[in-house]
Each structure stands twice: as structure tokens, then as C-alpha cells.
């Protein structure tokens, strides 16, 4: 079951992954404009499904801090990305509020069951220093004039990793809720739009498809299976695996054309590659020695 859990888990970073090309392939939309109608999407499938059964529809009874937790952390961390990026530059910010993954791997000595051991920081090192590699490939220069942006960043990697850490304590809570969190998300980040933001809409067919694909997949699916994998499989491995998203996006940009191969990438490849595996020794070697015992 943990295997499985983490297996799904991992998919939501595989998505994340798409995140950069669906992006900038949706056209000029603002950011929480796009939000609001991802959002919007990716709550559709858990609509249906309780649409088509009603009796869940008493999974979405949580107590207030449930709710308070999953739309703290979907829209409490997407308006802080937001900030971050309209205050200080986009490389700066990115590489701040890219600490979530190490933060959730070192905050998981906190929850009950769980052991941190120096390979799972090691990994998650490794990690930060591939995620580096790709996102700070042009230089990385840090200015007191963007204090405020870098705050924000430095917030949005506590709010992402705290709201998964927490989630983790909420293990017998139906995935079911992430609906609701989609939705409050939605209307939130549409309140921001229309106050801060001006309307532009998609203006061709493949435009509309990006946006379509961003809220079926990153903002969509991939919030539901981060939910059951961070409550049910290996939160430090996740952790680790998810510096695996920033590299895993460029190469889907190279494979599309928006971006270069380099030797930065295949470095940064190896560094998280080694730091996924490094992380996952516990489950590594807990197969291999099931596996080499003599049946009965």
C-alpha cells in the first residue's frame, strides 16, 4: 500500500512537470485569472463523481481545520508564488520557494512514525543543488529592493510544505476533499483577478487546449494524487522526488522546442536522479532484502 501511495504521489509530480509547457502555451492570461479557471477545471472530476454519488457527499463534513489547511495551502501558496513573482525576478523567487521539498523532508521528523536520517537530507541537498543548476542557469544576483518578493517566496515554500506535512496528520480524511479545496481556490484566486488584474482571454484553440490541459493536470489531477500519496506513501521520498519536477519540465521543454539542452541539465539530471535514490534507501533496501529471503 505505501509503495502504491508513493507511486501515485510521484504521478503529481510527474504533472507538475507539464506545469512550464501548458503555461506557456495558454497565452497572456494573468496569473490568477488562469488560476481561478484552473482551478474551476481541475475541481470537475470530483464534482462528477459526487454528483454521480451522492452518499460521499458526507466525506466533505470535515472539521474547520481540515478546511482551513487545504485552502490555506492550494490558494495560500499560489497567491504567494504570485506575489513573489510580481516583486522580486522570477530566477530569485523560484529557487526560495523551490526550499518546500527540503523543508517537507526535514519537517517530517515531526509527524508521528516517521525517522529522518541523514541520506533522506543528503537527497534532498542533492536535489536543491539540480533544482539550482536549472532555475539559476543565467546567474543568480539577490537585491535588498526585492525584500518583499523574496518574503513571499520564502512563505510559499513554508505554506506548500506545511499544508503537506499537516495533511499527513489527516491521514483518515477522503481525498474527496480536495474538490472543495479546488473550488474555494477558484472563487478566492477569481476575488484576487478582479481586484488586481485585467481580463485577457485565450485567443486561439490551442490556447483554450493549455488551459484546458492546466486544469485536468497540474492544477487538476495532480492535487488529488498528492493528497493520497503524502497521507498513505513515503513523505520524505516525495519530498526528495519533487526536486525531480524543474528538471523533468525543461527537458519537456527542450522535447518541444522552448528551450536548449546543456550540460547544466544533465548535471541537474544526475543530482536528483542520485538524490531520489539516495532518499529511497530505506524502501530500496527493504524490497532487496525481502527479496533475497529463502521461502519457506
Known amino acids: 500500500m505505501k509503495l502504491k501511495a508513493t507511486l501515485i504521489g510521484f504521478s503529481a509530480i510527474l504533472m507538475w512537470s507539464l506545469l512550464a509547457l501548458f503555461t506557456a502555451a495558454s497565452g497572456k492570461m494573468p496569473p490568477f485569472q488562469l488560476s481561478a479557471i484552473c482551478f474551476l477545471i481541475g475541481s470537475l472530476p470530483g464534482v462528477v463523481l459526487l454528483a454521480l454519488k451522492p452518499q460521499r457527499l458526507v466525506l466533505l463534513k470535515q472539521p474547520f481545520r481540515v478546511w482551513l489547511t487545504g485552502i490555506a495551502g492550494l490558494f495560500g501558496y499560489h497567491f504567494l508564488y504570485f506575489t513573489a513573482l510580481r516583486n522580486a525576478p522570477a530566477v530569485e523567487a523560484g529557487l526560495i520557494a523551490y526550499l518546500w521539498p527540503l523543508l517537507i523532508v526535514v519537517g517530517s521528523a515531526l509527524l508521528p512514525g516517521e525517522t529522518l536520517r541523514w541520506y533522506h537530507i543528503a537527497g534532498a541537498l542533492a536535489g536543491l543543488a539540480g533544482t539550482m543548476l536549472i532555475v539559476g542557469r543565467n ?11 523574496y518574503g513571499a517566496a520564502f512563505l510559499c515554500a513554508f505554506a506548500w510544505s506545511g499544508y503537506s506535512l499537516i495533511t499527513r496528520r489527516f491521514g483518515r480524511v477522503s481525498t474527496d476533499v480536495v474538490t472543495g479545496f479546488c473550488l474555494a481556490t477558484s472563487l478566492l484566486s477569481l476575488l484576487c483577478h478582479l481586484g488586481l488584474e485585467t481580463t485577457v482571454w485565450p485567443e486561439t484553440a490551442f490556447e483554450w487546449l493549455a488551459v484546458v490541459g492546466l486544469g485536468f493536470l497540474p492544477v487538476g489531477a495532480a492535487f488529488y494524487a498528492w493528497d493520497f500519496g503524502v497521507k498513505n506513501g513515503d513523505i520524505q521520498l516525495l519530498g526528495v522526488a519533487s526536486y525531480a519536477a524543474p528538471v523533468l519540465s525543461t527537458l519537456i521543454l527542450i522535447l518541444f522546442g522552448f528551450a536548449e539542452p546543456s ?23 527493504r524490497r532487496a532484502t525481502t527479496a533475497a529471503q529463502p521461502a519457506e
Request: hydrophobic share 60%; charged share 10%; aromatic share 12%.
Open 139 to 149: 546567474g543568480v544576483a539577490f537585491d535588498d529592493a526585492y525584500t518583499l518578493g
Open 263 to 285: 550540460w547544466r541539465i544533465a548535471a541537474a539530471c544526475l543530482l536528483v536522479t542520485g538524490g531520489a535514490v539516495l532518499a529511497a534507501h530505506d524502501m530500496i533496501w
